[in-house]
């Protein structure tokens, strides 16, 4: 069996369990008194090149929720990709954790959301209406959820409109490494810098375990949020295990290397793929995910040779590449799409 | 330093912490989808002799929130005793997951509610009465917040009262092998034998890592209650790390060897304090929490003296004991006690 | 000043304000336990041909939002038309009330939804799924948000879909009055005769003052909404100056009499712009509202003239007719149109 | 029968119904843009001596708990006496309306709160502490659930100690007209010039009909609320009719009128009890209630008189005098209690 169907049926980079083990001395104070979590904050805020505060969760999903929960009130609608993964995955987290915090979608092409509709969305509603809330914040998802992604003057684009009218921003990280792998950027110019608040650090898709993170750059935020944090059942008594994995995710860069090592294998597939006019891509191949579009026999052929993927709908496939996805198998998946469709094209 | 402020302020198992390495192989399908959890469901269902669900989650506090939320509509009343985790540590989790849910205190020894208490306070609301909320749930915390472990005939008496009036039971097992392990019953006496409907299964607090697990024996509960959990952001995609180290808890009593250490060495520091009449314990020393009245003097001088506990307020001081906690430690504790009572008695 | 505006501009009718007069006589036990409230239920049972829960409330999104929230958890997906009045006008309380229960918009004509939309929705989502939460329920709105009256066929078949998958059903219906009187059919054929669980009696904007009801037609759904009602603030404590309201909006057939004097005002106006072919209608004139394309130049000229509605987009403009129109008003709003189309046309 | 049992069992002064019929001609933008709403913040901005905006709500509940979710975070804690209405009659609608706050019980006397058991609670706390949820609100109810009436010098030393604290003053003021009757103080003495940022305004126990009103002094607050009541239902579309209810309440004193004639019956009652020493009130008759202890058989005796009234417990009884309850019905019951506990004190 060949594995395409996500980035968190994955192992673990094998340095992050080693850190778990690592840190299991001595006593610590609970609930992120420790030194390991204290050391977190350095890093990531040298990661970052400003002072941040990191709270580590169990998934991405508190991370989202939690982050756009602490944006604005109860009343506030979040405007979003309508593929976003708040919108389709979460089971309205957002909305919970909000305690009825609304997401509204604007149009944009690959997973993203345009500057332009979310100008006109923003129209719509003017302040001080009372029937529809009141807009708060804008979720961008980086890398998309359909494997595109955005590129530093689109997300300015974004946040310029969102700012003119007093909007947060938040970026849904879940695969930040492969954006920033792919952009070739600074973590600070794709983030801070691009007037991001608040971010959802995912770590778990690209070789972490059991845990992603919230990164807050807007100070205001941080003190309500740890408060949110602990309610919500997402402060571990023994935090330093949870920090210590994220402290091993980035050391030495081990979060870009693995990030660029799965895109650099979809990459490969995506290649191989040009010279099959007949498979046919939803969005470009800029990160570690291949939408395409199949005919539903071709993907029977595919897995009856031991493939697993996700069928989005009956003729949409994703391939998802994990950082220890090998070229060979990448090589297998194009050589196999390869036959099928020749056959599928010599059936019509 | 000697370390007796938590019981999370310790190492993990070296065994669970070595599970995750194990785990670490091949792909496994995401969000409880992998062969770890469909075991862990089998392993748990063995130990509580019946088929029961178990869904991992990060902390304890998502654990009683949670599963408190599950039991009864927003609007109901979760009957708890004063000192519960639930009311006094938890930021108000139960009232956020139940979207208003309210805590009513029931009085009590020792951190344990009254069956008396309990059926008077279920007698002052009526049936269908609209102005104070509905009764819906009892939580009982075992071992209790002060150290204290509910009988078997204690529980059952407090299920009685509870069942008449069709209330559901939680039981919030943070230190639920403590208490298996000082009463010696099996872990299915002490909860769904005696009406349990749902548990707070605690790890770790007694040498777990970074999960803690809600057990259902009513099935009817379990199905909300996932989707509940993934809405919480409390449903790792990578659930094989967590299941792995439930399981590696129980796997050959490990769970209830080190529960049986800390009781222990808390016992001879209770055992050394009968020789120290001016050391008044708050309640019988029956887990692995002992709280003693002490002079601030007193509390000064063991700080002094390297040792670190927690102050809950002027003249009461907890000392936790840790399955790592040794002997000697126990002693040292006993002996500086002594050395100190003694000279705040001689000073009088 | 001709007003179009909306018919929760109007006056009440005299006859609901008497009856307050005529119910401030001696006391009355609180909260509902008064007798005009034990009089309603029966006159809304005869009034629906079986025997109904009625809870009046203050407002129609109270209406809808707690109905909504009665029919299932938190975790629920509610379906309604993209235009329904709890997606648009609302704020979002249906998400605030069902703490995070997500709105799902379904594709249909005139502010309907269609049953093969919905089918195609709900297959999307299969039973069990944790991602996206769980269907629960459909909300229609009768009559629609753009004035349209759905048919009892396309009810039943909304119906029919909705109970194979084990869906409930809410009826908004903010101006049902103008449908049944519409349709001509009995409330009991609109409602529970096609499977309407539960439903939002709108009187306010048919010549009501200050209050609306939720009727509930199946009774497991009454005990928890009375104290779920009682916790929104909902639960009047004079409520016999609610009831008494309702009682004479349905006495003597009042509420139909002022519904048809609505919609068949509304109607003469359409009949007038059917010799406007300029005056291009969004949806079909079946109730009391009248949605018109027009140049901008054109809504101007009619404000010039003292007419009052409200522009819904640039080029949109919804006049609605209240139970004290008057056939003068109509005849002056389609002779302003005709003078103005025309004058518009020429320029062109 | 004489009907004891609440002051919302009564009638409504007849000039708050007429107002409504007054009210009722030509059209008014809906939702609060019409003249009458307008009219109100100004009348009540003379009352109050300041400029406040006022927002109609149907009941006392809605007031309360929707005044105080304006006050803070979700994670915030309410200080309140363990008698309060938010504490035991609202079925937790401050928890629901403020997603998960948390009430706080603080002891005094008479059903209200200390200024130094404040001081001692909120010293438990420390600022940023994540276990317990933050501090961020101080209720009090006047006149207090048990018939005392805060004195100015009381409040303003409980407002010192919250206001160091950086808490926020919410004033349940469901008989604000009977406390400010007794003390002969100006509304703005016992609001905002005592530091209260916002107050519930109630009219319904004091001859209203169907609404009460919230009440900000501090403008921070009144944006987000108003958006947050249109989202709990609370908006009446047709809001003339609210506002010229509360308009007539304040007109010419009416409210005053009528809460100094419904006190002076109770200090009647109150008078007429200090022959019978056997009548041992709970709390100073400061209002219009009064909490007698009683025996059972005499409680019978007076039900059995046609007496009608609340019994709290079983030798708790509570009187509620009304606007317009007369001094013959005080004579009466005076009369009748004097022969039963007579009776009573005979058979022992």
Redesign the interface.
Known sequence: ?I?Y??D?????A?QI??A??RA????????GGDQWTASLQLRFSELFETSVSVFP???????N??ALAALG???G?VYCSEVAHIN??????T???G????LALVAGEHGKIGADPLAEALAGISP?Q?????PTAVSLTEATDLGAVYRLDEIRAIAEVAKRRGLKLHMDGARFANAVARLGCSPADLTWRADIDVMSFGA??NG????DAIVVFSPSIA??L???L?????????MR??SAQLIAYIEDGLWLEMARASNAVAARIAAGLCELPAARLLAPVEANEIFLELPGAVMDALEADGF?FYRRTKTLARFVC?FDTTEAEADGLVAALRRHLGAARAAD
């Open positions: 069996m594995d169907r996500s968190n049926t994955g192992r673990a094998p369990l080693e778990l083990i299991n001395h001595g006593t610590a104070l609970g609930y969760v169990a998934t991405g999903t508190a991370a929720a939690l009130p109860s009343w609608i389709t995955s979460e089971a309205n987290a909305g919970f954790f305690s009825g915090i609304k001080g009372l029937h529809r809330g009141q778990t898709k972490g375990a059991l845990c003190d309500g740890a408060v949110q602990r309610r919500a059942g997402q402060v571990w008594s023994k295990f949870a697993q994990r």
